[in-house]
């Protein structure tokens, strides 16, 4: 590997599957050549607190605290004060444990006092150990919408609340017009020397990221090989609704439907194995297609793709000079 | 008994030992014929949010939530959310559970969406199937500071931070000149057959509702007889700090010391069977002794107190009529 190869590596990424592949990052890479953007759009006010899903997932990841068996939430955490809460007669579908609400709690105390939430996931994740950045899209508000035959709905009430049951007619990032990337995020877009999309849901963890102004530009203004993770392996999504939302706004549920997502976005499609057949389609979307396991079960599956994904970024960037 | 006896008793009560009593008189009077007023000299922000130590402490008596080994708390609670915010690196040494958080988040919710603290005490208490009336003393903040040999010390900083360790050389209760009684509290004052001062701190839990300005007038402007329990027996509080307190400020630490600090605004004291021989020293402080066993272990032992709490009311409203 060149010299070159010793650059920062951007990863955006939204919830459990991308949390994996930036776990699998983080392992290999050292603290100063990595910078996890994390959607926000699902981030939701729960009982007045602000809630931040996604950053929070890849926070428990990163540090340890991560629940294997549902992928978010802390590992062995207890459910006293929703139950409390519960009878107190609020509305509880949003499952938030014990220790998760200090999370909560501590992130509102500190926005309420002025921080950004910038600010405060630098202090959360350095106080659980985490030495790797995680930031999050945006220190402004931006809400994922979606516009589904049981109407409008926000992303957790459609997630958790329905189920993600209602068909999916549309999906708007409410907010993103004025949002602007992170100072980590916007600093990242301008150093990195490889940009990579975990396999998070396209329309879900990733659009939103793409939706704040200026972010697809800068993408398009680097010359720097970018590279997608495809969710959608065999004709389904690893993991939560991608497959089933894709299909209902009319694209094809495969590897070749995440290129037409990410074609001029993105140069390199990651796709899985069991996919082999369809490289040729991805090829044809104008996507270079890269096939490897994508699936990660064990953290040595995520440290294998990290270094797969990361390969593919040298060999980029040697092409690129 | 009258039928003057079926009229409405204001209780006036601060943390452990006043919710004994008042969760006695709940046990006798029906819903209609008594209102708790609580201090809220005590509430803090932890965390950014909104802690009433005494009203949490009578709500969860009076529901049954209440830990007996503590007297504060609910019983069998968890605490993960603090365990949380120490690994965040917060100062946790306010020992709150986890049930005990979903109480503050509710209250902290509710009145940042404009609710007055007796709007939401009424919702919580009635939540938890609380049918008597438990209302602050004020919908306004009154903060109670102890100017100790340690420096000025809001309540929780001195009692639970500090141990009550640091010697009182003053108290003040701050905002307490611009707070007004709150509804449900005026109301009582005016409608009141008798009011009751439960055996709480008198510098910590009961000056603090005294302090706002109109209730003594109030209260001495009622023709009702008044009642207080002495928190002093044997030379020592039953409970906390107050004996080491009123000794720090010049009191005499005894039912007698107690009778000089509500002369002129009650006319009995209640005072504990073994304090028998100070009889006599009250009577000369002006005020009328009742000497009956005052310590509450049981709960038969809180509603035989009450019962003759309320017996010395029936009597005096008799003589007043």
Chains 1, 2 share one sequence.
């Not at 990595?34 to 996604?54: K, Y």
């Not at 150990?129 to 459609?158: C, F, K, N, W």
């Not at 690893?238 to 995440?258: F, T, Y």
């Amino acid at each position: 590997m060149g010299k070159s190869t010793q650059g920062l590596i951007l990863a955006l990424a939204g919830g459990v599957g991308g949390a994996k592949l930036a776990l699998g990052l983080a392992k290999i890479l050292p603290p100063e050549r990595l910078v996890i953007v994390v959607n926000t759009g699902d981030d939701e006010q729960f009982h007045g607190l602000h809630v931040s899903p996604d950053l929070d997932t890849m926070t428990y990841t990163l540090s340890g605290l991560y629940n294997p068996e549902t992928g978010w939430g802390i590992d062995g955490d207890s459910f006293g004060t929703l139950d409390m809460l519960r009878r107190l007669g609020v509305e509880t579908w949003f499952n938030l444990g014990d220790r998760d609400f200090a999370m909560h709690i501590r992130r509102t105390d500190l926005l309420r006092k002025g921080a950004t939430l910038s600010e405060v996931t630098a202090q959360l994740t350095a106080n659980l150990g985490i030495r790797h950045s995680i930031v999050p899209m945006s220190d402004q508000p931006v809400r994922t919408v979606l516009d589904t035959d049981a109407g409008a709905l926000a992303m957790q009430e459609y997630f958790v609340r329905q189920r993600a049951e209602p068909a999916v007619r549309a999906i708007r990032y409410a907010g993103a017009e004025d949002a602007r990337p992170s100072p980590g995020f916007a600093a990242a877009l301008q150093d990195a020397h490889a940009i990579v999309i975990c396999p998070s849901n396209p329309f879900l963890s990733v659009a939103p990221i793409l939706a704040i102004p200026g972010v697809r530009d800068a993408m398009g203004s680097r010359h720097v090989r970018k590279i997608a993770v495809s969710p959608i392996v065999g004709g389904a999504a690893v993991r939560g609704p991608a497959g089933k939302i894709m299909a209902e706004l009319g694209a094809e549920v495969s590897a070749v439907g995440v290129a037409r997502e990410y074609r001029g976005i993105c140069d390199v499609l990651a796709l899985d194995t069991r996919d082999a057949d369809l490289a040729a389609a991805v090829a044809a979307e104008g996507m270079e297609p890269a096939v490897m396991g994508t699936i990660m079960h064990t953290d040595n599956d995520k440290i294998a793709l990290a270094r797969q994904v990361l390969q593919l970024a040298a060999r980029a960037e040697t092409t690129a000079q």
